[in-house]
């Protein structure tokens, strides 16, 4: 997928629309993908996206948060921490299975499936220009902010 465009989908999204990626073209957007509302991992990742979010839309850029979460959840997670961009629903792993983010993992011992914690950059043409996959949350949202400064 890298280097190509990036096929439309959308989503069901919190504010009470729908996220449509061809909506977003002619702007760079980060999409990541994160596997479920009210964790730790997962919160101080949308915390990172939500404390340098003024510095990314000074790029130039847009971030949305996607998991298998429903929207009710989302609306509450979002509200609880304050994030100030939109969290997407992907129930059905469509954007899932697109981005190839769906692993088995280990959760206590137990192999689960779930989303592999995953970062996308798209540009303003719609290419897929970054991803970081498995990725650790501790620098990630600074690594991500740096490269979109580049485009």
């Not at 009470?16 to 997962?42: A, I, M, W």
Request: aromatic share 10%; proline share 4%.
């Amino acid at each position: 997928m890298l280097g190509k465009p990036v096929k439309d989908f959308s989503l069901p999204s919190t504010g009470d629309t729908t996220f449509k990626l061809s909506e977003h073209q002619g702007r760079k957007l980060v999409l990541y993908f994160y596997p479920k509302d009210n964790t730790p991992g997962c919160t101080t990742e949308g915390m990172g996206f939500r404390d340098h979010l003024k510095e990314f839309k000074k790029a130039g850029c847009e971030v949305f948060g996607i998991s298998r979460d429903s929207v009710r959840t989302h609306e509450g997670f979002k509200a609880k921490h304050g994030f100030p961009f939109e969290l997407l629903s992907d129930a059905e792993e469509a954007a899932c299975a697109q981005f190839g983010v769906i692993k088995m993992k280990n959760m206590y011992g137990k192999k689960v499936r779930g989303i592999e914690r995953s970062t996308f950059v798209i540009d303003g043409k719609g290419v897929l220009v970054r991803e970081w996959r498995g990725l650790k949350v501790p620098g990630h949202v600074e690594e991500v902010l740096s490269f979109v400064k580049t485009l």
